[in-house]
């Protein structure tokens, strides 16, 4: 599991310097060998590594698949009764669907995520939820 975790790693931290081409590889690498795992708690590295690749493909404007992701981030975050990044994944992806133009998908991702983030207290990300969806409905 840690060779796994350090793939995440690595791959963040070329997210983070503008390396998003070659961090999309590496998260692509991470899930591969997670794969090969049935341990405990995997589904929470596994919801850490769709999320950094979902940064990264959004970062490459490659909406679709960072759809992809997202929506496979939620239904492992619904089978794990886990909020654990569902937020994120939810605002992730209505974020992508505005960007092509699924204004009424995009807007109900969006609501999600503001209903979670209000769940769990994260009352800055609510606010900025709330910037967002002001801002691609008007």
Do not use: W
Request: proline share 1%; with cysteine.
């Amino acid at each position: 599991m840690t060779e796994i975790e350090i793939l995440n790693s690595i791959g963040i931290i070329h997210y983070e310097t503008g390396n998003s081409k070659r961090s999309v590889d590496i998260f692509k690498e991470a899930l591969q060998h997670l794969t090969k795992l049935t341990l405990p708690q995997t589904h929470l590295v596994k919801a850490r590594i769709y999320f950094g690749l979902t940064n990264s493909l959004t970062a490459l404007e490659e909406f679709k698949p960072c759809i992809s992701y997202c929506e496979e981030g939620i239904q492992l975050c619904l089978e794990n009764e886990s909020l654990y990044l569902l937020g994120e994944f939810f605002y992730q992806s209505g974020n992508a669907y505005f960007e092509l133009h699924y204004k009424e998908k995009g807007l109900q991702h969006l609501e999600n995520s503001k209903f979670i983030f209000a769940i769990e207290k994260k009352h800055h990300y609510v606010s900025y939820v709330q910037e967002r969806i002001n801002h691609f409905i008007h």
